[in-house]
């Protein structure tokens, strides 16, 4: 199997004539299916935008949400919502849904969205305002007043959202590693300081509460020092900038890069042999 890997596509933010390009990059590079790793829309055009992309490709498309694709709604909202219509949609895979994904028989595929937690850098001193706090429902709810209060709310919420998806993603290890030697494993926030980048600089303390997920990277490296024989290569997406880290000798992470407007897919992923 050949897999085509895209991040940040943005497709609210794209003309048609770009969306249309990037099918046909995706049919044009001989790929068996494609990856997203996240901010594929946002809520009120999201599943819309899904649907065009499926019926345009004709192939598997698996995805993991960003936060970008809550925008205009809340988290319990646009998952029920998705939930329904990937039912209805055999070949969009939802990979918070769809467990493991074999590729090969020694390869596999598994996602969770990896929220931002807050715990790298110093979120105490940040003084960053994004626009997740007021345009995402569960978010303004914790934000709303301000003052050291809200910022208290908002950061018990966003530990909460990363420990859920390092509990599920430590669930689907367990499952995926004594039967797969090499994992990949799709996220949109990096898991690891290391991976974070802007304008080729490491992230900043105050910026890195929000492009990190410190309980998903915990999940990985224990999970790969228990298995030194294994590979994985983590794909993520949220900083648009594009960079590789190996955290561990068979634990390699991959940022994509993107830009609004112009979505592309990155480097493609072949058999086992490029692991």
Same mark, same amino acid.
């Given at each position: 199997?050949?897999?085509?890997?895209?991040?940040?596509?943005?497709?609210?933010?794209?003309?048609?004539?770009?969306?249309?390009?990037?099918?046909?990059?995706?049919?044009?590079?001989?790929?068996?299916?494609?990856?997203?790793?996240?901010?594929?829309?946002?809520?009120?055009?999201?599943?819309?935008?899904?649907?065009?992309?499926?019926?345009?490709?004709?192939?598997?498309?698996?995805?993991?949400?960003?936060?970008?694709?809550?925008?205009?709604?809340?988290?319990?909202?646009?998952? *029920?919502?998705? @939930? !329904?219509?990937? /039912?209805?949609?055999?070949?969009?895979?939802?990979?918070? =849904?769809?467990? #493991? %994904?074999?590729?090969?028989?020694?390869?596999?595929?598994?996602?969770?969205?990896?929220?931002?937690?807050?715990?790298?850098?110093?979120?105490?001193?940040?003084?960053?305002?994004?626009?997740?706090?007021?345009?995402?429902?569960?978010?303004?709810?914790?934000?709303?007043?301000?003052?050291?209060?809200?910022?208290?709310?908002?950061?018990?919420?966003?530990?909460?959202?990363?420990? *859920?998806?390092? @509990? !599920?993603?430590? /669930?689907?290890?367990?499952?995926?590693?004594?039967?797969? =030697?090499?994992? #990949? %494993?799709?996220?949109?926030?990096?898991?690891?300081?290391?991976?974070?980048?802007?304008?080729?600089?490491?992230?900043?303390?105050?910026?890195?509460?929000?492009?990190?997920?410190?309980?998903?990277?915990?999940?990985?490296?224990?999970?790969?020092?228990?298995?030194?024989?294994?590979?994985?290569?983590?794909?993520?997406?949220?900083?648009?900038?594009?960079?590789?880290?190996?955290?561990?000798?068979?634990?390699?992470?991959?940022?994509?890069?993107?830009?609004?407007?112009?979505?592309?897919?990155?480097?493609?992923?072949?058999?086992?042999?490029?692991?």
């Amino acid at each position: 199997m050949q897999l085509a890997w895209a991040t940040d596509v943005h497709f609210d933010c794209a003309r048609q004539e770009w969306i249309d390009g990037f099918c046909w990059e995706v049919i044009g590079c001989g790929a068996d299916a494609l990856l997203i790793t996240g901010d594929i829309s946002q809520a009120p055009h999201l599943t819309m935008s899904l649907w065009r992309l499926d019926q345009q490709l004709q192939m598997p498309v698996y995805f993991v949400l960003g936060n970008h694709d809550y925008y205009g709604s809340g988290i319990v909202a646009v998952r *029920r919502r998705l @939930a !329904r219509f990937t /039912r209805r949609n055999p070949r969009l895979h939802w990979l918070d =849904r769809e467990g #493991i %994904v074999p590729l090969t028989e020694q390869a596999c595929l598994i996602g969770v969205e990896g929220w931002y937690d807050g715990r790298n850098g110093s979120f105490a001193d940040s003084t960053v305002e994004l626009t997740d706090f007021y345009a995402i429902t569960e978010l303004a709810r914790v934000s709303r007043g301000g003052g050291a209060g809200g910022r208290l709310r908002l950061l018990h919420l966003l530990q909460r959202l990363g420990d *859920r998806d390092a @509990a !599920r993603l430590r /669930r689907l290890l367990v499952m995926a590693l004594p039967r797969f =030697r090499q994992i #990949i %494993v799709a996220t949109h926030v990096p898991p690891f300081v290391e991976a974070c980048r802007y304008q080729g600089q490491p992230t900043g303390d105050d910026f890195l509460p929000f492009f990190s997920c410190r309980a998903v990277g915990e999940v990985l490296k224990e999970a790969m020092a228990r298995y030194p024989d294994h590979r994985m290569i983590v794909l993520s997406g949220h900083t648009h900038e594009q960079c590789t880290v190996r955290i561990l000798p068979n634990l390699e992470v991959r940022v994509g890069g993107a830009e609004y407007g112009w979505p592309t897919i990155n480097k493609m992923l072949l058999k086992s042999d490029e692991f």
